[in-house]
């Protein structure tokens, strides 16, 4: 069952039944029916589609982020955000999608050859809750453009953002068989990916979740990308501005209630500024991220999507205090309500287990570095390796720094975020593959080679 709950207030809004085996099976049928045609306009043609649901995300962008608030408590004015980057995602493919796709001569030893760039069919993509447009954008846009079709899974807790983005695309001329939602359950994902007219799958979500697919897809072998957790390291080296270095990573980490695969997780401090550092963060934590409505452009932090989730976080927090970690600040549930208190904590040690987990919520885990090198030691001390960021003055040291971290995108003097030209993706159990920029429509085409003669 798909259904909205308002995590502002816990009360149930919608319900949605789950698609059927049938209605599973016949929306298989119409994207795979509908690639041949979708792939034969000209990839002008299939870009001006894009660039008018860029328009269209545009003029619904108060809708889009009213959605967001009522199903996963994101806070208005972050919606209305995330719909900016979604449109700055349709536009660039579509102004972009021409050259990207153009063939790549080769000139060989002993004649010449071309690479052509095409799609490879019909689509799956299981989409998470934590940014129920933005997410879809950066797997959609690029492959729409590119030729392919999508049956399009979102997750049980975004019926109304799955239904408004279907109705966005096809206003905006996507033809109602290339872009087709499902509200398939979890349990009917394999059926979907064992279905030879499915070519690839592309899921955001937990590393639970990406190694079933993962071990379903491969099992037929099927294309995969993978956007799996995230625990990235934020390394502060030195700063002349400490309150602005303070409230900037703090910012970084309450980003959607610190619901954010590539929030930075673990702020690693130099020895030296450790301590202010923490009592500041505590203060600034404590002040100024104060619970209240995700609809009021005035909240600073609001519910988590979910009581399930907020209980997660909650008793994630409980354990490393339990374990000995240090609790400085927050950590509190309150009801009614997905509500959790803004958190900060310290001297968390391999030995417990928020030194390794993702904690997907309002959390702050401060370490304190002897060096520089023990710094990247810290940082690269994890399973994980999608995003990090370094904070620094010099910008040599912050680069020799970031060459040494063991993960997909590294920022220096910023945190996470995003952008539609910038390559996005991680390593080791951060997933597969890239979205976004040039690499984000390359993950599921057919790049042909063409001997000429």
């Not at 599973?24 to 795979?32: H, P, Q, S, T």
């Not at 860029?54 to 009522?70: C, Q, V």
């Not at 590539?262 to 550092?277: F, H, Q, T």
């Amino acid at each position: 069952m798909y259904s909205v709950t308002d995590p502002a207030r816990g009360v149930l809004v919608e319900e949605v039944a789950n698609s059927t085996e049938e209605e599973v099976r016949a929306a298989i049928g119409r994207v795979a029916g509908a690639y041949p045609g979708w792939r034969g306009r000209s990839v002008g043609e299939r870009a001006a589609v894009v660039a008018r649901a860029a328009e269209l995300f545009a003029e619904r962008a108060d809708e889009l982020a009213a959605i967001m608030t009522l199903e996963m408590g994101k806070r208005v004015n972050e919606g209305r955000g995330e719909v900016g980057i979604v449109v700055d995602i349709f536009r660039y493919y579509a102004e972009h999608g021409t050259a990207l796709l153009a063939d790549e001569p080769i000139d060989l030893r002993d004649g010449k050859a071309v690479i052509t760039k095409g799609p490879i069919g019909a689509l799956l993509g299981i989409m998470p809750w934590n940014f129920p447009c933005y997410q879809v954008a950066r797997f959609v846009a690029p492959n729409l453009v590119l030729g392919n079709t999508i049956l399009l899974k979102h997750a049980s807790i975004c019926p109304r953002s799955a239904r408004a983005i279907e109705e966005i695309l096809h206003a905006a001329g996507v033809p109602d068989d290339v872009y087709v939602n499902t509200y398939a359950s979890s349990r009917q994902i394999p059926a979907i990916l064992a279905d030879p007219r499915i070519a690839g799958v592309s899921l955001t979500g937990s590393e639970q979740a990406g190694i079933s697919v993962a071990a379903e897809a491969g099992k037929n072998l099927k294309k995969t990308v993978l956007e799996l957790g995230g625990s990235d390291p934020l390394i502060v080296l030195d700063t002349d501005d400490l309150d602005e270095t303070v409230n900037a990573t703090a910012t970084a980490r309450m980003r959607n209630c610190g619901q954010s695969c590539n929030a930075p997780k673990r702020m690693i401090v130099l020895a030296g500024l450790y301590d202010e550092y923490v009592d500041r963060l505590t203060k600034r934590v404590t002040e100024y991220y104060v619970p209240g409505d995700p609809a009021d452009p005035a909240t600073k932090l609001p519910p988590l999507a979910s009581a399930a989730a907020a209980d997660e976080v909650a008793a994630q927090v409980a354990k490393a205090v339990d374990q000995g970690a240090t609790l400085r600040a927050g950590g509190h549930r309150i009801t009614p309500g997905a509500y959790l208190e803004a958190t900060v904590l310290t001297d968390v040690t391999p030995a417990m287990d928020a030194y390794y987990e993702e904690i997907f919520g309002p959390v702050v885990i401060v370490f304190k570095a002897t060096d520089e090198d023990h710094a990247v030691e810290l940082a690269n001390d994890t399973p994980f390796g999608l995003g990090a960021s370094v904070w620094g003055t010099d910008p040599d040291r912050n680069r020799r720094v970031a060459d040494r971290i063991d993960a997909g995108m590294v920022y220096l003097n910023r945190a996470g975020g995003s952008q539609a030209d910038l390559p996005f993706g991680g390593i080791k159990r951060s997933g597969l593959g890239r979205e976004l920029g040039p690499a984000g429509i390359e993950e599921f085409m057919n790049k042909k080679s063409i001997r000429l003669g």
